[in-house]
């Protein structure tokens, strides 16, 4: 983008947030921003600013430090307008190496200043600042710069029961409705609308979008107000309509959830489930209540899961279908009543699975899909190939050894480029 289009930035509220700043903003613009990544600002340097009244007499310059201190601000915007950035947040600079001032800068010039963040963490953050005056670098530096996440923000509108915890830059928006036995960790963002009740746990860093139903009742008639809980763990999505209840006595007394899941539009999630981490749920996904969800697992849009089944870890459940029965690890079940259609050696692939590995489970899937054997006797030869010794293969036969419900076996009633590879 060209310097002389300028993004729309509300800058005085943004620089409000920085500590210690010097009394004068030193950006009039913002020119380019790649949000979370670069930011390029300008500053106009005009012979009526205040600190060129003694710096120096006949022979103003801008002093180095406030250099700096213009970089700083540039640094201190791209901070807080990452989209993860807590609404309270504020920066402060912690340390400068590497400064270098390359030529002066005089009334008339007009200071391009270049902030691109390196490594960022939750309260500490890196950044290379330059500026530059035409086409010349003028000063340089790498900027460490420290994040205070600041208070909860709660929307006036919102209600929220004094017993309630919320943590430190969490934000709550308008017109959500908090229970008093609610725990929301730190930097959550509760959007409008939001109803979060019950003995409701929620981890750090999780998004909840407008309108969603976390921790009420469960919908069992078997239910009379017992004191059963909802735990949830960190960085995890809620996306609009999402529905979470929580557990039931007679189920364990605990609904769970792991850390780092997608719950897109509509999706529910029964009492006693258990869902591990990295799970994605499509939009409209459904759980009955006691169903297992094991790591990196998909359930595509619209798909239901039987109360008392288990999706095992890195399958696949396609859109749109029924299980009734254990979806096996590794595998993509797609149908109503679902069907299996062999290794999900793409899923895999992008997940980091070696060659190796991939080549193992294909065989022994070969041998639960392709053989004529019984499930029984086709675990069994599993066990038996010395050439499938891999702790994913071992799991494999572990799940469909203690399936109660039974594992999803039957294949497609014809053959399709999905079936298992004969390679």
């Known amino acids: 983008m060209n310097d002389r289009f300028s993004v729309a930035i509300d800058l005085p509220a943004l620089l409000d947030r920085v500590f210690y700043r010097y009394p004068s903003f030193l950006i009039d613009t913002v020119a380019e921003h790649d949000p979370g990544v670069r930011l390029v600002a300008v500053k106009n340097v005009t012979v009526n600013e205040e600190f060129f009244q003694g710096h120096f007499p006949g022979s103003p310059l801008m002093p180095g430090v406030l250099m700096i201190e213009a970089l700083t601000q540039v640094a201190a915007v791209l901070?807080?307008?990452r989209s993860d950035a807590p609404g309270t947040a504020r920066v402060w600079l912690r340390g400068v190496d590497n400064a270098k001032f390359r030529r002066q800068v005089v009334p008339g010039d007009r200071l391009?200043?270049?902030?691109a963040l390196g490594r960022t963490r939750s309260r500490l953050a890196r950044a290379r600042a330059i500026a530059h005056v035409d086409e010349q670098m003028v000063a340089e530096a790498d900027l460490l710069?420290?994040?205070?996440?600041?208070?909860?923000?709660?929307?006036?509108?919102?209600?929220?029961?004094?017993?309630?915890?919320?943590?430190?830059?969490?934000?709550?928006?308008?017109?959500?409705?908090?229970?008093?036995?609610?725990?929301?960790?730190?930097?959550?963002?509760i959007?409008?609308?939001?109803?979060?009740?019950?003995?409701?746990?929620?981890?750090?860093?999780?998004?909840?979008?407008?309108?969603?139903?976390?921790?009420?009742?469960?919908?069992?008639?078997?239910?009379?107000?017992?004191?059963?809980?909802?735990?949830?763990?960190r960085g995890n999505t809620f996306r609009e309509f999402v529905t979470i209840n929580r557990g039931t006595l007679g189920g364990g007394g605990q609904t769970t959830i792991g850390d780092h899941n997608l719950f897109m539009a509509y999706v529910?999630?029964?009492?006693?489930?258990?869902?591990?981490?990295?799970?994605?749920?499509?939009?409209?996904?459904?759980?009955?209540g006691h169903v297992d969800v094991e790591d990196f697992a998909t359930v595509s849009a619209y798909s239901g899961v039987?109360?008392?089944?288990?999706?095992?870890?890195?399958?696949?459940?396609?859109g749109y279908s029924v299980i009734t029965k254990d979806a096996l690890p590794f595998g993509k079940s797609v149908g109503n009543r679902a069907r299996m259609y062999g290794l999900n050696t793409i899923g895999l692939a992008r997940r980091?699975?070696?060659?190796?590995?991939?080549?193992?489970?294909?065989?022994?899937?070969?041998?639960?899909?392709?053989?004529k054997l019984n499930t029984s006797r086709a675990l069994v030869q599993i066990e038996r190939d010395a050439s499938l010794a891999s702790p994913e293969v071992r799991y494999l036969v572990d799940f469909i050894r203690t399936s109660q419900r039974g594992v999803i076996l039957?294949?497609?009633?014809?053959?399709?480029?999905?079936?298992?590879?004969?390679?």
Not at 161 to 168: C, D, K, L, N, Q
Request: neutral net charge; contains cysteine; aromatic residues 6%.
């Open 410 to 423: 039957r294949r497609p009633s014809r053959r399709t480029e999905e079936l298992v590879a004969d390679e």
């Open 191 to 233: 959007g409008a609308s939001v109803v979060i009740d019950g003995w409701t746990e929620i981890g750090d860093d999780t998004r909840i979008y407008p309108m969603a139903s976390i921790g009420l009742a469960p919908q069992d008639l078997k239910y009379k107000g017992e004191r059963t809980r909802l735990t949830i763990g």
């Open 112 to 115: 391009r200043l270049e902030v």
């Open 306 to 318: 039987h109360q008392f089944c288990r999706v095992g870890r890195h399958a696949y459940v396609g």
């Open 268 to 288: 529910h999630v029964a009492h006693d489930c258990h869902i591990g981490h990295h799970t994605i749920f499509g939009n409209g996904a459904t759980l009955g």
């Open 352 to 371: 980091g699975f070696t060659a190796d590995t991939i080549s193992q489970l294909k065989r022994a899937y070969r041998y639960l899909l392709q053989s």
């Open 79 to 81: 901070l807080l307008e």
């Open 145 to 189: 710069l420290a994040i205070d996440p600041g208070a909860a923000y709660i929307d006036p509108t919102a209600h929220v029961h004094p017993s309630a915890r919320v943590g430190a830059a969490a934000t709550i928006g308008p017109h959500c409705q908090i229970g008093p036995e609610v725990a929301i960790g730190a930097r959550c963002q």
